[in-house]
């Protein structure tokens, strides 16, 4: 099973952030995401046994963090992988706090996350050929985290399909 944590973002911010997707690959190409499987990854596991499933709940049961607000304030694009994205101007720390409990606790359970330091950003439009020119602004897009899930990642057809396993409400 292909398991990531992540947020999911509210009707409002799905429709911002569509809009600037769909806009953004009518103009420079690409596969922009279908609105439903827009999400802000917070710990990606990778290919896990369907036997340690359990351990990766526990590590989120035991999360104590509150709900937060932040922003979605800017653009950007990684040529390494094409992607255009969504992300955060300012260190968001409550974001970054939540990343980091989880990660800790999810690594504790022998999961082998990344090393290379959290990025917060939504993926946007996949397989963007380069950088436009220049990077249009974001209007500042206000996200509510209430809640985090687990969501296993399934190869469809046309693409990738995501299945909502469980999700934790932020005290
Ligand atoms: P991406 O959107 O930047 O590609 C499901 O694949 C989610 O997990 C996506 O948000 C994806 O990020 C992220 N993801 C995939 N592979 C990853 C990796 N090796 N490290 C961190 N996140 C990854």
């Not at 340690?52 to 989120?60: M, S, T, V």
């Not at 101007?89 to 359970?109: F, H, I, K, M």
């Not at 959290?118 to 436009?132: D, E, I, N």
Request: glycine residues 8%; contains cysteine.
């Amino acid at each position: 099973m292909r398991l990531f944590f992540a947020l999911w973002p509210g009707d409002e911010t799905v429709a911002a952030l569509s809009a600037v997707a769909e806009e953004a690959a009518r103009r420079w190409g690409g596969r922009p995401m279908r609105p439903e499987t827009l999400h802000l990854t917070l710990a990606f596991l990778g290919e896990i046994e369907p036997g340690r499933l359990n351990q990766a709940e526990e590590a989120a049961d035991g999360i104590d963090a509150k709900a937060f607000d932040f922003s979605l304030d800017r653009l950007g694009y990684w040529p390494h992988n094409h992607i255009f994205w969504a992300g955060c101007t300012r260190r968001e720390v409550r974001l970054q706090g939540l990343a980091q409990e989880l990660g800790d606790r999810l690594r504790e359970r022998g999961f082998a996350l990344e090393r290379r330091s959290f990025s917060p950003h939504v993926t946007l439009v996949r397989k963007m050929a380069a950088a436009p020119q220049p990077l249009p602004d974001l209007p500042a897009c206000r996200w509510h985290c209430g809640e985090f899930t687990l969501v296993r990642s399934l190869s469809a057809g046309s693409g990738v399909e995501y299945q909502k396993l469980a999700s934790w409400k932020l005290g």
